[in-house]
């Protein structure tokens, strides 16, 4: 098998009206922080709305109790009646969310392998595009079911299948492997990092308002008014990226001209596929192949763990008798944490300190597992604060791994190369959902905790594959 490089290398020297390439920098237009920032706003505002509103569905209709019991459940000072019927409905109601994960996981696996070298060849902004509205008409439906319980038995098992618009649009992981390829094609490697830190930023300023302005807008509204701002906020950004984002690579004659029809039937072309799978795996020289690998499987194991949402909201109403209120003051004040810590990563650490992106990434997977394990151990409250300070870099994660990925190949392999990732994360809730509510459920009666100690043990193996990048690129140096 040939290297990748002297294949592109041959590919580059051909004709460039045959080939697509990146716009260059000077006619650079990269604004994608506004459609960001309103997408997490959207997700957080209305995350643990959808949850207690799940909970709520199940216990009238699921269970059969009456409305005025159930109302009761998620409030503060609960009684023992309300706390034995929140024991019972619980383990339902995280079925219905690991379902909810699941599905949002398998065709987008299945789509992302596709979409990558898809994109490369017709464009990136008809991807976001079609994610996008994908995501609107989810938060739609959310909203009509949410609307209809109100006036009719309506089981929650319907918030489950809201999803599968955005599911069969790619989901919010190839969203944002999308935007990290935009930002590919428009950065040099120095100011990658730094690019994708910003996004970061812009989503943790919309996690931070969403999870301030959540429970404010339930207490004056209701549920209905939550999803509906949600959708509301989504279709904003969809007609940003209509109006204000311009394509990120140039793409020749030929291929404009190309009818629609061609360009949905040459998505599921198994050519795609193949191509994507050659490119994540071809050998590559400076252990650039190993490298690479290990930041894919790294951003899988981050994702894994991120399936713990599921059962975080369940476990803090039971376990510290947390209301919507308190909850979203809990998620805004972790958001503060994780701004400050991409600050302190990506201008202490890295511009001043001039560490590398995967050592970053290394002290930011050690703290990461240090939370966790304070969070499995907490019998107070405040020891769930306690421990965002020992992860406040966790947030640095996640675009670090993107930034030494794109390092390690030429720009033309990015595509495929986030492509073959985010169906790995994607992969990645099919596990994880089921493992989360599985302990969860066994443990609930005497440690609903020990969830959390999946997440040490896999941000400890991620600590791992990072310190073994980190050896891999002083050995490049060095020869």
């Known amino acids: 098998m040939e290297d990748i490089t002297e294949e592109n290398s041959l590919i580059q020297n051909e004709p460039t009206n045959s080939t697509e390439t990146s716009v260059p920098f000077q006619n650079r237009y990269l604004l994608l922080e506004p459609p960001v920032f309103l997408l997490s706003y959207a997700y957080y505002v209305s995350s643990a709305v959808l949850t207690d ?16 019991e159930c109302a009761q459940l998620g409030k503060e000072h609960e009684s023992a009646e309300v706390l034995a019927l929140e024991a019972r409905v619980q383990p339902y109601t995280a079925n219905i969310l690991m379902v909810d994960s699941i599905v949002n996981s398998i065709v987008p696996a299945v789509l992302n392998l596709f979409i990558g070298p898809w994109s490369d060849r017709f464009g990136r902004k008809p991807v976001l595009l079609a994610t996008f509205a994908g995501c609107v008409i989810s938060y739609l439906l959310d909203t009509v079911i949410c609307f209809l319980s109100s006036r009719y038995p309506v089981s929650p098992w319907y918030y489950a299948l809201s999803c599968v618009p955005l599911a069969l649009t790619g989901s919010i992981c190839t969203m944002m492997t999308t ?10 490697e120095q100011d990658r990092s730094k690019k994708m830190s910003i996004l970061e930023a812009a989503q943790y300023i919309g996690m931070l308002l969403g999870n301030i302005s959540s429970s404010f807008i339930l207490r004056s509204t209701n549920a209905t008014t939550v999803f509906a701002i949600a959708a509301g906020t989504v279709f904003l950004a969809f007609l940003y990226i209509v109006i204000g984002v311009q394509e990120s690579i140039s793409i020749n004659d030929d291929h404009q001209k190309e009818s629609y029809s061609f360009k949905i039937s040459y998505l599921f072309r198994p050519g795609l596929v193949l191509d994507t799978f050659r490119t994540a795996f071809g050998r590559r020289p400076n252990f650039n192949r190993p490298i690479i690998l290990m930041g894919v499987i790294a951003l899988g194991a981050n994702l894994f763990v991120e399936q713990y949402q599921t059962v975080f909201f369940l476990f803090v109403r039971k376990h510290f008798n947390w209301s919507v209120r308190k909850y979203s003051f809990y998620n805004s004040a972790d958001t503060v944490f994780l701004m400050f810590g991409n600050l ?16 970053i990434t290394a002290i930011g997977f050690f703290t990461s597992f240090l ?20 992860c406040m870099l966790k947030g ?6 993107r930034a030494f990925i794109s390092n390690a190949a030429p720009a033309e392999d990015i595509g495929k190369i986030f492509a073959f ?16 509510t599985l302990v969860y459920k066994r443990t609930l009666s005497w440690n609903p905790g020990a969830f959390n100690w999946i997440s040490a043990l896999v941000y400890i193996f991620c600590y791992s594959l990072t310190m073994a990048v980190c050896i891999l690129q002083s050995m490049q140096r060095s020869s």
């Not at 935007?179 to 040099?188: H, K």
């Not at 640095?396 to 791994?401: A, K, L, Y």
């Open 53 to 68: 509103q799940i909970v709520y569905q199940t216990c009238t209709v699921s269970f059969g109790v009456n409305r005025s």
């Open 179 to 188: 935007v990290y390829c935009y930002i590919a094609d428009v950065t040099s």
């Open 344 to 359: 302190v990563g990506t201008y202490g650490l890295q511009k001043k300190l001039g560490l590398t992106e995967a050592g």
């Open 371 to 390: 939370g966790s394990v304070a969070v499995a151990v907490a019998s107070e409250s405040w020891h769930l604060y306690a421990a965002m300070a020992f």
């Open 396 to 401: 640095v994660t996640d675009p670090m791994t």
């Open 421 to 436: 990732s985010s169906t790995f994360e994607e992969l990645m809730p099919l596990g994880g959902a089921p493992l989360y």
